[in-house]
C-alpha cells in the first residue's frame, strides 16, 4: 500500500520546530528593533526639518514685528511729533509685555514640577496590590 501523502522535503519535526523558536523570536525581535530605528529615525528627521522650518518663522515674525512698531510710530508721527509718537507705542508694548508676564507668572504658580497625579495613583496601585484598598477607575 502507498502513503497517499509523500513527506514533504521542508517538513521538520516537532522538535526540530520547537527548537528552533527562540533562535526565531531572537530574529523576529531584532527585525522588529531595526524597524523601530528606522522608523524612529525618519519621523526624528521630519520633526528636526519642521522645527527649523518653524524658527525660520519665528526670525521672519520677530522682523516682522519690528517693522510693524516702525511703521505704528511713523503713523502716530502724522498727527503727533515723533518722540510721543515713539513714546506713545513703547508704553503700549510695555503695557503688552506686563500683561504676558504677569499670565506667565500666574501659569507658572499654577503648575509644580512634581508629578503629583502619578505618585497618587502609583501609591493607589501599591496598597491594591497589598490589598488594603480596592482599585477604582479614574
Given amino acids: 500500500m502507498t502513503d497517499p501523502m509523500p513527506p514533504r522535503a521542508g517538513k521538520r519535526s516537532l522538535f526540530a520546530l520547537i527548537g528552533s523558536l527562540p533562535g526565531l523570536v ?8 531595526e524597524q523601530l530605528k528606522k522608523e524612529l529615525l ?3 528627521k521630519h520633526a528636526g526639518i519642521g522645527i527649523g522650518l518653524l524658527a525660520v518663522a519665528a526670525v521672519f515674525a520677530f522682523f516682522a ?3 510693524l512698531t516702525a511703521a505704528a ?3 502716530l508721527a502724522v498727527v503727533l511729533p515723533g518722540w510721543l509718537a515713539a513714546l506713545i507705542v513703547a508704553a503700549l508694548l510695555l503695557i503688552l509685555v506686563a500683561v504676558f508676564v504677569l499670565l506667565g507668572i ?3 504658580g499654577e503648575g ?3 508629578p503629583t497625579e502619578t505618585i497618587s495613583s502609583i501609591k493607589r496601585d501599591v496598597r491594591v496590590i ?6 477604582r477607575t479614574p
Avoid: D, N
Fill in 42 to 44: 525618519r519621523k526624528l
Fill in 106 to 108: 500666574r501659569e507658572l
Fill in 130 to 135: 497589598k490589598g488594603t484598598t480596592k482599585r
Fill in 73 to 75: 510710530i511713523l503713523g
Fill in 26 to 33: 531572537a530574529e523576529l525581535v531584532k527585525s522588529e528593533l
Fill in 65 to 67: 514685528t519690528g517693522v
Fill in 112 to 114: 509644580s514640577p512634581e
